[in-house]
């Protein structure tokens, strides 16, 4: 990412997500039989969801999703729900952690405009990494605040349809990793999400309003 332009690359980076998500996992169990399964499942998984595909975008979001589905389905009966829900929130959230953090700070750090850059973002993501597999709705979008509202998850959607719901909150999380980047003080705008579909709000609030001018 840089301060004039981000151009989402779905492919390159779910590649990266989920080889992060798996590697973690592998280091984690060190059992290479079960990851063998995890990644076939997975293969399975992917064919047999693909009537679920709406866009190009959620070609990669599927491959991202149902990634999580295989591998809890391989650790659940051997770690029980909590522990199973724990391990694959850690191996999703934290491989990229870090980079995510500092690509979004560099960001923003680097631009006459934080707020403008970090929404210009957003609506890049909407378009390209998003798609049609979600349903954004704008209340407010003016020159001091961005509301962009999650009305359909596409993510829930298949966690849903493969009986894993409880796993979205752990797609939620990741969103962590750029949230904790905005340093209101320094960026001169906060981001609030109070709740999501997957904590069970009606919809998902991705709020950005400016605490200073420019």
Known sequence: MTADHYVPDPEAETTALIDGFFDHLATTLGDSDVMAAMRARHEELTAANRHLIVDEAS????????ALVAAYEILLPRLGRD???????????????????????AMLDASPDP???MVASAKTREEHAFGAGFTFRH???????????????????????????????????FDANWIEAIDPAKHGFRFDRPTTIGLGGSHCPFHFTRTDRH
């Open 115 to 117: 707020f403008r850059t």
């Open 59 to 66: 070609v990669h979001n599927l491959r991202a999703t149902l």
């Open 139 to 173: 209340p407010v979008d003016d020159d001091d605040r961005y509301f962009a509202d999650v009305h359909r998850c596409f993510y829930h959607e298949v966690l849903v349809a493969n009986s894993a719901s409880e796993l979205t909150p752990v797609m939620c999380a």
């Open 83 to 105: 522990d199973a829900v724990a391990l694959v929130r850690a191996a999703f959230v934290e491989p990229l952690g870090e980079t995510v953090r500092e690509g979004t700070r």
